[in-house]
Structure formats: structure tokens, C-alpha cells
């Protein structure tokens, strides 16, 4: 089971983050800091080449529905059930459980955090524009390598780039994301019902973030000023 299922299945498990975005409002969805994700203009530029393409060769077969449905029907049969207030209630139930023994994960949505103060709504708006600058530049980085001449250094940010702080920030939020999906982990092994195989898998996925943490602790203390 790839990493992808395995967090649908926590998902599934306690309810994690999906159900309840789904009944968020718009004003909760702009205040939320570390769930709110945008459509890339990549993903609108396919997807109305897509469009276009039906436009522009109306002989092409057109998708049959009825097989469409079908398949839904089968991949997401949860998804087209009435939504149930009761449901509804108890995922919001498991999130205030969950939240009780984590408090500081990340993953926990604002209305069951509850409102943040000033101070801490400044600095996780702080910490998250730095680490998506960072991250953008890493990225750069990346796609620059992957070009360059065989043999030839890419080019590291340098202090101009990238402040001490920033660089903080970045691991400190790295670091929190992977100690919550560790949470969940241990969560989901503590309170649902695994087959042998999930937790060998969850077993196996929580090592592995811990390796990962470590790994992002050691960098971190070598950053000036940590």
C-alpha cells in the first residue's frame, strides 16, 4: 500500500481532514493557514485545453455518462450518499478526541483549534510565507539542475536569498508536519481496527518519518542562530 492509500485511509479511519473541509465555509476556508490549497494554472490550462479540444472536434466521441456514473459509483460510493447531519456530528467528535491528545497538530481544522490570537495567527502566516518562498527556491534549484551541464554545481541560495530566520521557519515547519502525520500514524494505530498487513505498513511509514525527522533536526541545529 503506497503512502498516497495509506493516508486515504486515515482519512477514512477518523475522519481526517476531508469530511470536515467539505462543510467549511468560505470566510473559514480564507482563515485556515496550513489547509487552504490553490488550483495551479498548470492544472486550469489542462484542463481547458481539455475543454477545448471537444470544441474544436465535435466528431470526437463524446465520454458515455451512464459508464461514467457507473464508475464513480464504484471508486467513491461515499461520495454519493446524502450527506447525514449525524455524521456530520460524529466527525466532529473524532476531531475534538484527536485534538485532546495532539492539540499542536497541524492538521486539526480551525474550528475545532478554536481562534487563534493575534501573536500565533502572525507568526503561522510567518512561518508559512517562509517556508513557501524557501520552497519555491528550492525548487528553482531543482529545475536548474535538471537542466544544467553535465558536471556543473547548481547554484545555493546565499544569505541575500535566505535569512537565518527564514531558514528557521522552513525546518520548523517541516518539522511540525512531519511530527503531525507521525500523529496520525500512532493515532490511527492506537484507535481503529488494522489487518496485520496496515499495520506492518504503519509501522513501517512511522520509522520512516522518524528517520526523516531526525535527518531535519540535524540540519536544522547547523542553521546560525537555531
Known amino acids: 500500500?503506497?503512502?498516497?492509500?495509506?493516508?486515504?485511509?486515515?482519512?477514512?479511519?477518523?475522519?481526517?481532514?476531508?469530511?470536515?473541509?467539505?462543510?467549511?465555509?468560505?470566510?473559514?476556508?480564507?482563515?485556515?493557514?496550513?489547509?487552504?490549497?490553490?488550483?495551479?494554472?498548470?492544472?486550469?490550462?489542462?484542463?481547458?485545453?481539455?475543454?477545448?479540444?471537444?470544441?474544436?472536434f465535435p466528431e470526437a466521441p463524446k465520454p458515455d455518462e451512464d459508464v461514467l456514473v457507473s464508475q464513480a459509483e464504484k471508486l467513491w460510493p461515499h461520495?454519493?450518499?446524502?450527506?447525514?447531519?449525524?455524521?456530520?456530528?460524529?466527525?466532529?467528535?473524532?476531531?475534538?478526541?484527536?485534538?485532546?491528545?495532539?492539540?499542536?497538530?497541524?492538521y486539526i481544522p480551525n474550528e475545532?483549534?478554536?481562534?487563534?490570537?493575534?501573536?500565533?495567527?502572525?507568526?503561522?502566516?510567518?512561518t508559512l510565507d517562509a517556508y513557501t518562498s524557501i520552497d519555491a527556491k528550492f525548487a528553482s534549484m531543482n529545475a536548474a539542475s535538471k537542466y544544467a551541464n553535465p558536471g556543473t554545481e547548481p547554484t545555493a541560495p546565499n544569505q541575500k536569498d535566505v535569512s537565518a530566520k527564514e531558514m528557521t521557519q522552513y525546518f520548523d515547519y517541516k518539522i511540525q508536519e512531519i511530527e503531525s502525520r507521525i500523529e496520525l500514524l500512532e493515532y490511527t494505530m492506537e484507535k481503529a481496527r488494522l489487518s496485520s498487513i496496515e499495520e506492518s505498513t504503519a509501522k513501517n511509514d512511522i520509522a520512516s518519518l522518524?528517520?526523516?525527522?531526525?535527518?531535519l533536526k540535524d540540519v536544522k541545529a547547523q542553521v546560525p542562530n537555531s
Do not use: C
Not at 465555509?25 to 481539455?50: L, P, Q
Not at 522518524?210 to 535527518?215: D, G, R, S, V, W
Open 112 to 126: 475545532i483549534r478554536g481562534t487563534l490570537t493575534a501573536a500565533e495567527e502572525k507568526s503561522a502566516i510567518e
Open 79 to 106: 461520495a454519493l450518499e446524502p450527506r447525514d447531519p449525524h455524521r456530520r456530528e460524529k466527525v466532529r467528535k473524532e476531531w475534538q478526541d484527536f485534538a485532546k491528545v495532539y492539540p499542536k497538530n497541524i
Open 1 to 56: 500500500m503506497d503512502k498516497n492509500k495509506w493516508m486515504l485511509l486515515i482519512g477514512a479511519t477518523i475522519a481526517i481532514l476531508l469530511a470536515i473541509i467539505i462543510f467549511k465555509n468560505k470566510d473559514e476556508i480564507k482563515e485556515s493557514v496550513s489547509s487552504v490549497t490553490e488550483e495551479s494554472e498548470e492544472a486550469k490550462n489542462s484542463r481547458s485545453g481539455f475543454d477545448s479540444g471537444f470544441m474544436n
Open 210 to 215: 522518524k528517520k526523516e525527522l531526525a535527518n
